[in-house]
């Protein structure tokens, strides 16, 4: 059973980088694309980016400028840094794995989400 | 963006019910479309994809259609398991994009 766990401080204080790691039990990093996506109540579901496992990434681009997400297969880990962080990056941000078949694809499964909070 | 718009943003149903919640694109997906549930303080879990396929697992009350602009999710004699808010997501292009989710209450 794939699992996903995201971890990271609570707690970030304005204009500071946001630092969170996904780490995946039941299945390897390799073949899969892995998703990072945030929810706020003001702003719903908001996808922020992707890293496929080779490392090629793609980003949200209201939000590129400010975001990396990698990966470390040795660790099976994916991680999120979101740089200059404002109070509106306070969110629940889950990682996510994509699935994929016949040129189709989804977000499944999820981690339990974490609270981000920004503010000093 | 390709903007998603689900309406209603909330119903009332009771256990036994049949719902359609209904997902529109801003421009054409074709069947790029996925559905998921969510629950208070739980992540979202997938429930369809490609509009039309039922993930392994649940249950096949769940059902979905349309393609181009326009979607719908069904379900099919409502349980109580089933009252949660339910978002669709547009896989078509980049960036994926959710829809603002439809709240599905118990009356």
């Known amino acids: 059973q794939v699992q996903l766990q995201e971890s990271g401080p609570g707690l970030v204080k304005p204009s500071e980088t946001l630092s969170l790691t996904c780490t995946v039990s039941g299945s390897a990093i390799s073949d899969y694309s892995w998703n990072w996506i945030r929810q706020s109540p003001g702003k719903g579901l908001e996808w922020i980016g992707y890293?496929?496992?080779?490392?090629?990434?793609d980003y949200d681009p209201s939000l590129k400028s400010r975001v990396t997400i990698s990966v470390d297969t040795s660790k099976n880990q994916v991680s999120l840094k979101m740089r200059s962080v404002t109070a509106a990056d306070t969110a629940v941000y889950y990682c996510a794995r994509e699935g994929r078949s016949s040129g189709y694809d989804w977000l499944d499964p999820w981690g339990q989400g974490t609270l981000v909070t920004v503010s000093s | 963006d390709i903007q998603m718009t689900q309406s209603p943003s909330s119903l009332s149903a009771s256990v036994g019910d049949r719902v359609t919640i209904t997902c529109r694109a801003s421009q054409s997906i074709s069947n790029y479309l996925n559905w998921y549930q969510q629950k208070p303080g739980k992540a979202p879990k997938l429930l369809i994809y490609?509009?039309?396929s039922l993930q392994s697992g649940v249950p096949s009350r769940f059902s979905g259609s349309g393609s181009g602009t326009d979607f719908t999710l069904t379900i099919n004699s409502l349980q109580l398991e089933d009252f949660a808010t339910y978002y669709c997501q547009q896989s078509y292009s980049t960036p994926t994009t959710f829809g603002q989710g439809t709240n599905l209450e118990i009356k």
């Open positions: 890293i496929f496992y080779s490392g090629s990434t």
């Open positions: 490609a509009a039309s």
